[in-house]
């Protein structure tokens, strides 16, 4: 696992956005797995200023997404589909039939699983986003997620839908329940680019560098995989022993 530790959000969405761009420009038909959250918005931000820069194109890219919440639509600007729209695939060149997130429409969730499932095993993932929960969750696979899992839904705990609480009006229109990719899913990726940042993250960043691999912390499973970067900001690798 690389560590960058860098001075601030700005600085981590600079260094994350000139890994994702350097991929595009190697290999302009890249498969991206994003993700969605306040930690990747910066990084969308700056690669969407290489579009209009002419640096990057994304004609020949895929993307697929990690998540997506159960029981509000597509058209809520709460929803994952939303906010990867907003943030990013509405000002760049991408073919929309190339954009995948699962989808959490209507009542057969499961079904809805094994299809994004299905397509994700069609597809190779050049490199991963991710963020990570104050409790180590990984796109919404909580503690406790047996690290075989695939495509599933999860009931949110408390503590995440407290932390998404900041984006609703109030905790009752948070949802209850997710689509994810697994914790095999994500492990899946050739790369892997974790963001981190925040004094309330700091916690989380001694447990993710000190604490054994276990499925209470989801995130520990990223050390067995072979190229990992994580990019921490000073704020939230504040407790780390210099
Ligand atoms: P955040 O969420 O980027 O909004 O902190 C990360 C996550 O819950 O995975």
Known sequence: MKIIVVKDYEEMSAKCAEIFINQLKNKPDSTLG????????????????????GEVDFSKVKTYNLDEYCGISILHPQSYYYFMHDNLFNHVNIVEDNVHLPSASGENFVKQCDEYNAMLHEAEIDIQLLGIGSNGHIAFNEPGTPFDLET??????????????????????????????????IMAAKQIVMLISGANKADTVL???????????????????????VIIDEAAYSKVQK
Do not use: C, W
């Open 207 to 229: 447990q993710l560098l000190n604490g054994p691999i276990t499925e209470e912390f989801p995130a520990s499973i990223l050390h067995k995989h072979p190229n990992v970067t």
């Open 34 to 53: 994003l993700a969605t959250g306040g930690s990747p918005v910066g990084t969308y931000k700056k690669i969407v200023e290489a579009y209009n820069n």
């Open 152 to 185: 599933h839904v999860v009931e949110l705990t408390d503590k995440t839908r407290q932390d998404n609480k900041r984006f609703f009006n109030s905790i009752d229109e948070v949802p209850t329940h997710a689509l994810t990719m697994g914790i095999k899913n």
